[in-house]
Each structure stands twice: as C-alpha cells, then as structure tokens.
C-alpha cells in the first residue's frame, strides 16, 4: 500500500515562506497525480493543488493561485508545496493524498485513493 508522509510545516509569520514535501514510502508517486488540501479547525477540507502524474500540468485553488507553487522531483518521488506570501486565513492542517490511477488534475477534489497523515501550518505574529 501506498504510504504518504508530510514534512515541512511549522509556524510562520504573515508574509513569510514555507515548504511542504509529501514524499512516499513502499511504492512510487510516479503514476499517479498527487494533490494537497487543507483543513482548518471548524472548515471543510478544501483542495488546495493538484500535479499530474507527468508534473507537466497542474491547478490551484483560487485561494492560493499566485502564491502557492506546486512541483514534484520523480528521482527523491516526492511532491513539493511552496507556499509564499502566506497569511493567517492560511493556517491548517495540509495533507497530500495520491490520486486513483488515471486520473488527471481537472478536478482538484478527487478522486483519491491514498492519504497522508497531515502537517500543521500556523501563520501568526
């Protein structure tokens, strides 16, 4: 089974930086599309961005488009979440989930077959 694992969350001032990975274990990223979303405490999850299983075709979520950067590495098969410009209404708990086989980016929300266990991103002064 695939098995997904978040790192890089912390917590951060407004306007600063961050760098989410999502890297996997027991099985490669390569073949599927992988997404990040978030939950804040009281919120729906909300999807975030997707990556297409090539890398050469993603989406955003309008909330984040022009500060958030999704990209993957398929040599280290992880997935990386820059998130610039950052503010408070940022704050949650990101996860990356892996997408079913063959399924393309068009729809951030899903459908997804696997999910990690999630980082926290706190955006604070």
């Known amino acids: 089974q695939l098995q997904l694992v978040e790192s890089g969350g912390g917590l951060v001032q407004p306007g600063g930086s961050l760098r989410l990975s999502c890297a996997a274990s027991?099985?490669?990223?390569?073949?599927?599309?992988i997404g990040w979303f978030r939950q804040a405490p009281g919120k729906e999850r909300e999807g975030v961005s997707c990556i297409s299983s090539s890398g050469a075709s993603t989406n955003y979520a309008d909330s984040v488009k022009g500060r958030f950067t999704i990209s993957r590495d398929r040599a280290k098969s992880t997935v990386y979440l820059q998130m610039n410009s950052l503010k408070p209404e940022d704050t949650a708990v990101y996860y990356c989930?892996?997408?079913?086989?063959?399924?393309?980016?068009?729809?951030?929300?899903?459908?997804?077959?696997?999910w990690g266990q999630g980082t926290q991103v706190t955006v604070s002064s």
């Open positions: 027991r099985f490669t990223l390569d073949y599927r599309a």
């Open positions: 989930a892996a997408k079913r086989m063959y399924y393309d980016c068009s729809d951030i929300q899903g459908p997804y077959d696997y």
